[in-house]
């Protein structure tokens, strides 16, 4: 029997019906934001309303569905019913090879053979936020304005999210001990230019996006998107896990927060879980929740109660979503969900929780547009993780979980994602449906260790019971490609895609170190090492600097807040010094070369965007990246040193050693395509004006009747910056 499909808008009416009830107002909350909120009154009368809209005007948006579908608005006949995109983060095209020539990937095969498999070139730097948006847009990241996952505040030094800006409410209201802001905190997303989806959905043409990277804040298009990587948790931060042991722990270096708990004579442990900050009170401090956990080892297992809710659970176990509410006053809550992992009972107790995701059913900020849309996601397929770097890999990097433990959750959002993209084909049968599955990134960055036994990262850890972990994610996403493929007819072109390939990291390069040592950067008061974000530099004397993990910025005069190096000649002259001694960087102690090249950005990629991209780009040979402490600003006593942690496979190398992945049911045009071609491929394959600025090229050409039509003629006298940049 064929499946009905639920009607959008009745799920919809349902959906606010079930916000709308008296205990659900809604909040708006973000990483030094205020609330934004509504009465309990006020969100019922609006929810009300808008579920009476979508309700009443369901008949009359499906007829304007229908009609836009039926043609969209552009001067020839659109090649296809349906374009597919499957982004799997990561997948390496040698690999690929590798189990291919096995005979491990029969689905992936038969898409070659049918069509194409080629290297996907990809971005400059080779780094995930820098490539999804070069492949949203079609320009490369001077145009886009995505260099890394962080840049500096040249007035601070410190770093801030490259993706997205997240404020305070603009006005607020003092009101005794709160501070009532008078409308929702500032979300702006920093990526420019425009995504493809957004130039088709002009036309007509309807589209699903799902978990796309740097979507956050999500964009008002004719479609519908769930945000990806760089959705932030419910405390702003991008991932911050709990952790509750009874023993006397070591600090937790990255990614989470350890709290030594007292068990009682009645193995009951009590203490709370933090959540955001409670920006609705002055001075408020974080909002919590009362949690107790009670013991019973005979039964080995815990009871955990949290607010009013209460659950078992056994030893390496994780349990479901659970729901979570913060009170900041005035009858407001704040949602969020999370999930709990006993990692032992004894004989100490270890408490593992995860980062406290926005609520899908109930945001406290955007994660999708249209807005209710996570609300139709949860709905359909039960609740699902939104934080965008959802797979905990500093909690297994600092031993908190263990790679068990990490599989498992990995491939459980591997299972929420999988419910989504089907979801999304059985709803969208005409257009374009784009869903990334971030799995073969997170899994290859902690197990590539297990594919070079003499790895750093292997010591003290287990190797030969995960030799097989890569090569069985591969087969897993090779059995999600042969799912698909039974999807698709005639009139559908599957393009199955990467961002970028892997290699090992197995050695670390403080550039911070190095230039400290060739007298570039320099320390106060005689000191030799520095803290975190240059915690010790003394900028007045500083000429260059690392943050993050794509380059080198420049202290420049009247760019940077304390800058010393002088516009023109100076910056110049600095830039050539700088190539000439880092280009072939020697590794003494491996004897061998840790930088193959390094580029001028502003020579390279002549886009309007540079301010916040590093001066120079770093192009690390295999085996090599930014240390860990250069990443984070820190000026350590060696500039080399070997790379232990369980994150052990990495690409933000010379983008010529790890480009991604094209697969096809259609053949290609070049045996060279580029990551930036994607978004021109699409356009084309719909009958839609490729604009003048995407730097792309088309890949499918004509055969059999089925290549894609002509496309209508781009009006040249529309200006390139109205084109360019997203409104």
Known sequence: MKKQRVPFAIVAFLALLTMSSPDQ???????????AFLSSFLALFVAFALALFYLLSWP??????????????????????????????????KLVDKFLAKGKLPNFQKLKEQGAFAPLATSYPSISPAAWSSFMTGVDPSHHNIFDFLTRDPCTYLPTLSSAEIGRAAKTLPLGKYLLPLGKPKTRLLRKSQPFWRILGEKGVFSSILRVPITFPPEEFNGALL???????????????????TKTSGRIETGGISHQVTLTPENTIHTELSGPDNSLI??????????????????????????????????KTYSPWVKLVFRPGLGMK???????????????????????????????LPISHPFIYSVYLAKMIGPYGTLGLAEDTWALNERILDED?????????????????????????????????????RIQHMFFR??????????????????????????????????????????????????HGFTQFRRGVNINTWLYQNGYLTLKDGKTTSGDWFKDVDWEKTKAFSLGLTGVFLNRKGRESQGIVEEGEEVETLKRELIRKLTNLKDEAEHAT???????????????????????????????????????????????????????GDHCVDPTLVPGVLFCNRKITTHQPNIKDIAPTVLRLFGVAIPPYMKGQPLLEEQDGRGPAQPEVENKGESLGQKEQAA
């Not at 090569?471 to 493929?485: A, F, K």
């Not at 301010?611 to 192009?619: H, Q, T």
């Not at 690390?620 to 052990?648: H, L, P």
């Open 60 to 93: 009359l948006r499906f007829a304007l569905k229908a009609m836009l579908r039926k043609g969209p608005r552009t001067t020839t006949k659109s090649a296809v019913d349906r374009v597919i995109v499957i982004g799997l983060d990561g997948m390496d095209p």
């Open 450 to 499: 297990c594919l070079d036994e003499s790895h750093p990262a292997n010591q003290g850890k287990e190797v030969e019971k995960y030799k097989q972990v890569i090569e069985d994610l591969y087969m897993r996403m090779d059995q999600l490609v042969g799912r698909v493929l039974e999807r698709v007819d005639e009139r559908t072109v599957l393009l199955v895609m990467s961002d």
């Open 25 to 35: 107002a809604q909040a708006y909350i973000g990483p030094g934001a205020g609330f």
């Open 594 to 648: 840790a930088i193959r090249e390094v580029v001028d950005t502003a020579g390279m990629l002549p886009g309007p965007y540079l301010d916040d991209a590093p001066d120079l780009l770093l192009g690390y040979n295999a085996g090599y990246r930014n240390s860990w402490e250069c990443a984070a600003g820190r000026v350590t006593e060696q500039a080399f040193e070997d790379n232990t942690k369980s994150w052990s």
């Open 405 to 441: 433990a990490f599989l498992q959750q990995a491939y459980d959002f591997y299972q929420e994602r999988e419910k989504m993209l089907f979801q999304a084909l059985e709803t969208t049968r005409k257009g374009l449906c784009v869903c990334v599955f971030d799995t073969t990134d």
């Open 227 to 245: 945000s990806g990587m760089c959705t932030p948790d419910l405390k702003g931060s991008q991932g911050t896990f709990s952790f509750y042991t």
């Open 282 to 315: 002055k001075g408020g401090g974080e909002l919590k929740i009362p949690l107790a956990i009670r013991l019973d080892k005979e039964r080995k297992q815990v009871e955990i109660k949290v607010g009013r809710q209460k659950l078992h659970l056994g030893p």
């Open 334 to 364: 704040v949602h969020g969900i999370c999930r709990f992992y006993v990692n032992c009972l004894e004989p100490d107790f270890e408490l593992y929780v995860t980062p406290i995701h926005i609520d899908p059913e109930n945001p406290a």
